[in-house]
């Protein structure tokens, strides 16, 4: 592991993972993975309830980590791999706070309605990858990260910003980059020691990325069923 990414969800992840995998930092773990790679999301459920389990099951194979569920546990990592470098991706804390209304917590909404809970039951029957999702990102997501406070703006944006600080201040200045992905390549590869690509900085997933994807996703796990 040669880069951990401290940023939550919604401030660039998955550009900085595009980016980060050209500079040659691949493969980069983003929830993308676990979502995608039938045999993960068993394994960040088993973590987020307290179940033995290693950095080398999860992450193994992986170069670099960004995003939830691996930010979530940015403390923990920057410990474990010691020479792995940090970056924290930040952006407008109101400018975030309106994305994740649009995407993430309008998933977790409609999660609570009656079709998401239909869903989540019928997975459950099943032995699907769908219940055992949800259930990791509820506990990772809205109560590890969140506390159980995510429906409230002000305590959202409390723990945004508080967040931001914790890491500024626990991470040594040389091993740590505060990064929006706005900036594009230069503080980036300067940082990493690697020279500028061509091109532009990736810029991908907005919110009707998001919610196109995470409709497809939501099937695929529906009837997905791994160990």
């Given amino acids: 592991m040669r880069v951990i990414g401290a940023g939550f969800g919604r401030t660039g992840t998955l550009s900085l993972k595009m980016a980060l995998e050209r500079l040659g930092f691949g493969p980069c773990h983003h929830m993308t993975e676990v979502i995608e790679r039938p045999g993960q ?15 080398e099951d999860l992450l193994g194979g992986y170069d670099s980590c960004v995003d939830w569920p691996s930010a979530a546990y940015w403390r923990e990592l920057a410990e474990y791999f010691p ?55 509820r506990l990772t997501v809205q109560e590890r990260v969140f506390g159980g406070c995510w429906e409230d703006p002000e305590r959202v944006l409390r723990v945004f910003r508080a967040h931001v600080d914790d ?42 990325d998001f919610d196109r994807n995470a409709r497809a996703a939501l099937g695929a796990m529906l009837l997905r069923r791994s160990g």
């Fill in 41 to 55: 999301v068993r394994g960040w459920l088993a973590l987020a309830e307290g179940r033995p389990v290693s950095w």
């Fill in 83 to 137: 020479e792995a470098k940090v970056v924290l991706t930040v952006r407008d804390p109101g400018c975030w706070l309106a994305s994740m209304n649009a995407t993430v917590f309008e998933r977790f909404r409609r999660g609570g309605g009656f079709s998401g809970r239909a869903m989540r039951g019928l997975s459950s029957v099943l032995g699907t990858d769908l219940a055992a999702f949800s259930q990791m990102v």
């Fill in 167 to 208: 890491v500024v201040a626990a991470i040594p200045p040389g091993r740590l980059l505060r990064f929006e992905v706005g900036q594009g390549w230069e503080p980036l590869c300067g940082f990493l020691g690697v020279a500028v690509p061509e091109g532009p900085f990736p810029r991908v997933n907005d919110s009707a």
